[in-house]
C-alpha cells in the first residue's frame, strides 16, 4: 500500500513539473514571438487615435490581448506598463462616449417631441423624456423651462388643464435654480 502512494505522490510530482515546464517554455516563446507583438501594437496604435466607439472599443480589445499573450515578459516591460495604465483610462473614455451617445438620443426625441407651434407638440412625450434627461442631468435648467413653457401652452379646456400641473412644477424649478 505504500508503494502504490509513493508511486503516485512521484507521479503527481512529475506531472506538475512538467506543466511548470510546459507555461515556462509557452512564456518564453511568446516573449520571442516579435511579429506578433509587433502586430498588436501596430493594431492598437492604429485604432487608439481614432475618436468613434468602435475604434475606441478594439484599442482596449488589442491592448488587453496585448497584456495576456506578453505581460510576463520582460523586454516588453515598458509598453505593458503603459498598457496596464492606459486600458482603465481608455474603458472611462469609453463609457463616457456610450454615456453620451444615449443622452444624444435623448435629447432628439426631446426635440422632435418639441414643435415650433406648441399646439403641434406632444407634451406626454416631452415629460417621459424630459424626466429621463434630468435623471441624468438634474442641473439641465434648459430641458426644465421647456417642460415648463410646453405644460403652460398644452394646458386647455378640451384636456381638462392635463399639463398644468408638471408645467407649473417645473417652471417652479426652473425659477428655482
Not at 430641458?143 to 384636456?159: C, H
Request: hydrophobic share 45%; aromatic share 10%; proline share 4%.
Amino acid at each position: 500500500m505504500k508503494t502504490i502512494f509513493r508511486f503516485s505522490g512521484f507521479a503527481v510530482l512529475a506531472a506538475a513539473f512538467a506543466a511548470f515546464g510546459s507555461t515556462a517554455a509557452f512564456a518564453q516563446e511568446a516573449c520571442a514571438d516579435t511579429d506578433g507583438q509587433t502586430a498588436l501594437y501596430t493594431e492598437f496604435t492604429t485604432l487608439y487615435p481614432k475618436p468613434d466607439l468602435p475604434s475606441r472599443k478594439g484599442a482596449i480589445e488589442k491592448a488587453k490581448q496585448f497584456l495576456e499573450k506578453y505581460g510576463a515578459c520582460e523586454a516588453l516591460k515598458e509598453q505593458v506598463d503603459y498598457f496596464k495604465s492606459a486600458v482603465p483610462k481608455l474603458e472611462e473614455t469609453v463609457k463616457k462616449i456610450e454615456e453620451g451617445e444615449a443622452l444624444r438620443s435623448l435629447f432628439a426625441r426631446f426635440d422632435a417631441a418639441l414643435a415650433k407651434d406648441p399646439a403641434a407638440s406632444k407634451p406626454d412625450e416631452v415629460y417621459a423624456v424630459g424626466k429621463e434627461i434630468l435623471a441624468k442631468q438634474p442641473e439641465n435648467i434648459n430641458v426644465m423651462v421647456a417642460m415648463g413653457l410646453i405644460g403652460a401652452a398644452t394646458s386647455t379646456a378640451a384636456n381638462q388643464y392635463k399639463h398644468t400641473t408638471d408645467g407649473l412644477q417645473y417652471a417652479n424649478l426652473a425659477l428655482s435654480k
